[in-house]
C-alpha cells in the first residue's frame, strides 16, 4: 500500500553504508542523531525534516546528520506510547492507522534526502518499517531483553545499545555480543503468517553511553572506562554520546554542555566517540498532552523537553566550527 521506490531503496542502501563506514571506523566524521525526543505529528515532522536537511547539507563534511524518527516510546509507568500505538493521542490504540502514518512519513522524510533512525521496541512492527531506516537503537530500559537482542541481529542497520537507566554498562555490551551471533526466533513474515527467522548477526552494534542514576557517564573517564570493557569483550570499540536523557540530568538546556565535551574529546584525539545524540524540535520544551488536541502548541514535544530549532542550528555550527579550527591547527590534535 506505500512501498518504496527503486530510488528510495538505492538512497538508504547508500545512507545504511555511510552509518556503518562511521561507526567502523572507515569515516571519519561523526554521527549525529537528531530529532524529536517522539514524533506526534507528521505536519511538523516535514518542516522540521527540511530545515534539518538544509543544516544536514551545510555540514557534511564533519557530520552525518540521521533525523531521530522515534514512534513507540517504553514507559516506566502510564503515559502516551507513541505514534504507532496510539497515533490519535486519546487511548483507542488504532495501531494500524499509526502503522501507515508512521510508514508514510519515514518514506516522505527520505525522500527529502534524510536518512531516518528509529527506536526498535514492539518486535513486530519492525516488518512494516525495518526496510526504511538507517539506523536503529535498542532503549536503555529493553537493552536486557533477550527478543530484542535477537532482533537487532537480524536488523540490516547499525544497532545502538543504550547502557541501562542504572548506568550499568555491562548489560548493553552483552547485547552488543549477543546481536552479533547467530539468532533463531519466531516472528511475522511479509503475508502477516508466523514464520522462523533465521539471522547471520549484526557486526555494526555499538554502545550508547546516556548517563544513569548516579548520573552522567559521557566524560573522559567514564568513556575510557566503557572502550575498555568493549575491548575485553573483543567488540567494536564505537561510542555514541546521548546528550540528554541522564547525561543531562534531565535538564534539556544541558546538553549544549554535553555536546562541547563530546566535541573537545574528539578534537583532542578521541577516535572512539563515533557520535551524538540531541532531543531537538522546532520549538523548545514540552507539554502534556490536552484533553482537546485542537490545544497541542505545534512544533512542541508531548514527551521529554527538546530544545527549539535556533538552538540546534546553532550549537551544531558552533561544534562543526570547533572541529574545522581544529583541523586548521594541523589536524585533529593529539591526546596529552
Given at each position: 500500500?506505500?512501498?518504496?521506490?527503486?530510488?528510495?531503496?538505492?538512497?538508504?542502501?547508500?545512507?545504511?553504508?555511510?552509518?556503518?563506514?562511521?561507526?567502523?571506523?572507515?569515516?571519519?566524521?561523526?554521527?549525529?542523531?537528531?530529532?524529536?525526543?517522539?514524533?506526534?505529528?507528521?505536519?511538523?515532522?516535514?518542516?522540521?525534516?527540511?530545515?534539518?536537511?538544509?543544516?544536514?547539507?551545510?555540514?557534511?563534511?564533519?557530520?552525518?546528520?540521521?533525523?531521530?524518527?522515534?514512534?513507540?516510546?517504553?514507559?516506566?509507568?502510564?503515559?502516551?506510547?507513541?505514534?504507532?500505538?496510539?497515533?490519535?493521542?486519546?487511548?483507542?490504540?488504532?495501531?494500524?492507522?499509526?502503522?501507515?502514518?508512521?510508514?508514510?512519513?519515514?518514506?516522505?522524510?527520505?525522500?527529502?534526502?534524510?536518512?531516518?533512525?528509529?527506536e526498535v521496541l514492539d518486535p513486530?512492527?519492525?516488518?512494516?518499517?525495518?526496510?526504511?531506516?538507517?539506523?536503529?537503537?535498542?532503549?536503555?530500559?529493553?537493552?536486557?531483553?533477550?527478543?530484542?537482542?535477537?532482533?537487532?541481529?537480524?536488523?540490516?542497520?547499525?544497532?545502538?545499545?543504550?547502557?541501562?537507566?542504572?548506568?550499568?554498562?555491562?548489560?548493553?555490551?552483552?547485547?552488543?555480543?549477543?546481536?552479533?551471533?547467530?539468532?533463531?526466533?519466531?516472528?511475522?513474515?511479509?503475508?502477516?503468517?508466523?514464520?522462523?527467522?533465521?539471522?547471520?548477526?549484526?557486526?555494526?552494534?555499538?554502545?550508547?553511553?546516556?548517563?544513569?542514576?548516579?548520573?552522567?557517564?559521557?566524560?573522559?573517564?567514564?568513556?575510557?572506562?566503557?572502550?575498555?570493557?568493549?575491548?575485553?569483550?573483543?567488540?567494536?570499540?564505537?561510542?555514541i554520546i546521548d546528550c540528554s536523557?541522564?547525561?543531562?540530568?534531565?535538564?534539556?538546556?544541558?546538553?549544549?554542555?554535553?555536546?562541547?565535551?563530546?566535541?573537545?574529546?574528539?578534537?583532542?584525539?578521541?577516535?572512539?566517540?563515533?557520535?551524538?545524540?540531541?532531543?531537538?524540535?522546532?520549538?523548545?520544551?514540552?507539554?502534556?498532552?490536552?484533553?482537546?488536541?485542537?490545544?497541542?502548541?505545534?512544533?512542541?514535544?508531548?514527551?521529554?523537553?527538546?530544545?527549539?530549532?535556533?538552538?540546534?542550528?546553532?550549537?551544531?555550527?558552533?561544534?562543526?566550527?570547533?572541529?574545522?579550527?581544529?583541523?586548521?591547527?594541523?589536524?585533529?590534535?593529539?591526546?596529552?
Amino acid at each position: 500500500m506505500i512501498p518504496l521506490s527503486d530510488a528510495d531503496m538505492d538512497r538508504i542502501l547508500s545512507f545504511r553504508s555511510q552509518v556503518n563506514d562511521i561507526i567502523m571506523g572507515r569515516d571519519s566524521r561523526l554521527l549525529a542523531i537528531v530529532g524529536p525526543c517522539s514524533i506526534h505529528d507528521p505536519k511538523s515532522a516535514i518542516e522540521y525534516a527540511h530545515k534539518l536537511k538544509k543544516l544536514s547539507d551545510e555540514l557534511k563534511d564533519h557530520f552525518f546528520i540521521v533525523m531521530r524518527t522515534y514512534f513507540e516510546k517504553p514507559r516506566t509507568n502510564l503515559g502516551w506510547k507513541g505514534l504507532i500505538l496510539d497515533p490519535d493521542m486519546d487511548g483507542s490504540g488504532d495501531i494500524g492507522k499509526g502503522i501507515m502514518v508512521a510508514r508514510k512519513l519515514l518514506i516522505d522524510i527520505t525522500e527529502i534526502g534524510l536518512p531516518v533512525g528509529c527506536e526498535v521496541l514492539d518486535p513486530i512492527i519492525p516488518q512494516y518499517i525495518d526496510e526504511i531506516m538507517s539506523w536503529s537503537s535498542i532503549g536503555a530500559r529493553t537493552t536486557e531483553s533477550q527478543t530484542h537482542r535477537n532482533l537487532a541481529s537480524g536488523l540490516s542497520v547499525a544497532v545502538g545499545f543504550k547502557n541501562g537507566t542504572s548506568g550499568d554498562l555491562m548489560s548493553a555490551i552483552n547485547a552488543i555480543k549477543s546481536a552479533s551471533s547467530e539468532a533463531s526466533f519466531i516472528g511475522i513474515n511479509k503475508d502477516g503468517l508466523s514464520a522462523v527467522y533465521r539471522t547471520t548477526g549484526n557486526d555494526a552494534g555499538h554502545l550508547i553511553l546516556r548517563g544513569g542514576e548516579d548520573g552522567p557517564n559521557y566524560y573522559e573517564d567514564e568513556v575510557e572506562h566503557a572502550v575498555e570493557l568493549l575491548r575485553k569483550m573483543g567488540l567494536n570499540e564505537s561510542l555514541i554520546i546521548d546528550c540528554s536523557h541522564a547525561n543531562s540530568r534531565k535538564n534539556y538546556t544541558r546538553q549544549k554542555r554535553v555536546l562541547r565535551n563530546v566535541i573537545d574529546q574528539v578534537v583532542w584525539g578521541n577516535h572512539n566517540i563515533k557520535g551524538f545524540m540531541l532531543e531537538s524540535n522546532l520549538f523548545e520544551g514540552s507539554q502534556k498532552i490536552p484533553e482537546n488536541k485542537k490545544d497541542l502548541k505545534y512544533g512542541v514535544s508531548v514527551t521529554d523537553a527538546c530544545i527549539g530549532w535556533d538552538e540546534t542550528e546553532r550549537i551544531l555550527r558552533n561544534a562543526a566550527s570547533l572541529m574545522i579550527e581544529a583541523e586548521k591547527a594541523g589536524g585533529k590534535l593529539e591526546v596529552l
